[in-house]
C-alpha cells in the first residue's frame, strides 16, 4: 500500500479542500494518506512517505510562503527523495491567476530533489488547479490527480 502525504497550505479554505478531494481520490484507490498543513510539518517527515504531493494558493505566481520554507529546509535531504512520486496543485482568485507558475514551481523543487512527477493527457495536465472554490470540474480534477497518483505509487514501490 502506497503511503502519500499532502501537504498544503490554505488561507481561505480553498486548498484544503482541494487537498481532501485529492486524499479522497487517494484513498478510493487504496493510498494511505496523511494530510498535514505546511506549516505543520517538518522537512524529516519528508522521508516516511512514497509519495508527497503539495497544495498551496497562488501568491504573485508562485506558491505560498509557508509551503515554500518546507521546500527550502528540504534541501538537507537533498538526494533523499529521489525516486519518490511527487506532485502539486493550486488554488487562485481569477482565471490567468498563476496556477500553473505555482503547480511549476512546485513540480521544479520536486523534480530537483529526484522525484517523478505524473502529468494527465486528458485532465488538468500539471496538477488540479481550482478558481476560487472549488467547483464541479476541479473537484473532479482533484479525485482523478489523487487516484493516478496513488496508483502511479503502488506501480512505483512495486
Same mark, same amino acid.
Given at each position: !500500500?502506497?503511503?502519500? @502525504?499532502?501537504?498544503? #497550505?490554505? *488561507?481561505?479554505?480553498?486548498?484544503?479542500?482541494?487537498?481532501?478531494? %485529492?486524499?479522497? +481520490?487517494?484513498?478510493? &484507490? +487504496?493510498?494511505?494518506?496523511?494530510?498535514? *498543513?505546511?506549516?505543520?510539518?517538518?522537512?524529516?517527515?519528508? @522521508?516516511? #512517505?512514497?509519495? /508527497?504531493?503539495?497544495?498551496?494558493?497562488?501568491?504573485?505566481?508562485?506558491?505560498?510562503?509557508? @509551503?515554500?520554507?518546507?521546500?527550502?529546509?528540504?534541501?538537507?535531504?537533498?538526494?533523499?527523495?529521489?525516486?519518490?512520486?511527487?506532485?502539486?496543485?493550486?488554488?487562485?482568485?481569477?482565471?490567468?491567476?498563476?496556477?500553473?507558475?505555482?503547480?511549476?514551481? /512546485?513540480?521544479? &523543487?520536486?523534480?530537483?530533489?529526484? !522525484?517523478?512527477?505524473?502529468?494527465?493527457?486528458?485532465?488538468?495536465?500539471?496538477?488540479? %488547479?481550482?478558481?476560487?472554490?472549488?467547483?464541479?470540474?476541479?473537484?473532479?480534477?482533484?479525485?482523478? #490527480?489523487?487516484? *493516478? !497518483?496513488?496508483?502511479?505509487?503502488?506501480? !512505483?514501490?512495486?
Amino acid at each position: !500500500m502506497a503511503k502519500m @502525504l499532502i501537504v498544503y #497550505y490554505s *488561507r481561505s479554505g480553498n486548498t484544503e479542500k482541494m487537498a481532501e478531494l %485529492v486524499k479522497e +481520490g487517494a484513498e478510493s &484507490a +487504496g493510498a494511505e494518506v496523511t494530510m498535514k *498543513r505546511a506549516e505543520q510539518t517538518s522537512p524529516d517527515e519528508l @522521508l516516511e #512517505y512514497d509519495a /508527497i504531493l503539495m497544495g498551496s494558493p497562488v501568491y504573485y505566481g508562485t506558491m505560498a510562503a509557508e @509551503l515554500k520554507k518546507l521546500l527550502d529546509e528540504s534541501v538537507k535531504f537533498h538526494g533523499k527523495l529521489d525516486g519518490k512520486v511527487g506532485g502539486a496543485f493550486a488554488s487562485s482568485a481569477q482565471v490567468g491567476g498563476g496556477n500553473e507558475t505555482t503547480i511549476m514551481d /512546485i513540480i521544479k &523543487a520536486l523534480m530537483i530533489h529526484g !522525484m517523478v512527477c505524473h502529468g494527465d493527457p486528458q485532465g488538468d495536465h500539471y496538477g488540479p %488547479v481550482a478558481i476560487g472554490a472549488p467547483d464541479a470540474r476541479s473537484i473532479d480534477q482533484c479525485k482523478r #490527480y489523487g487516484t *493516478r !497518483m496513488a496508483k502511479l505509487t503502488d506501480k !512505483m514501490t512495486g
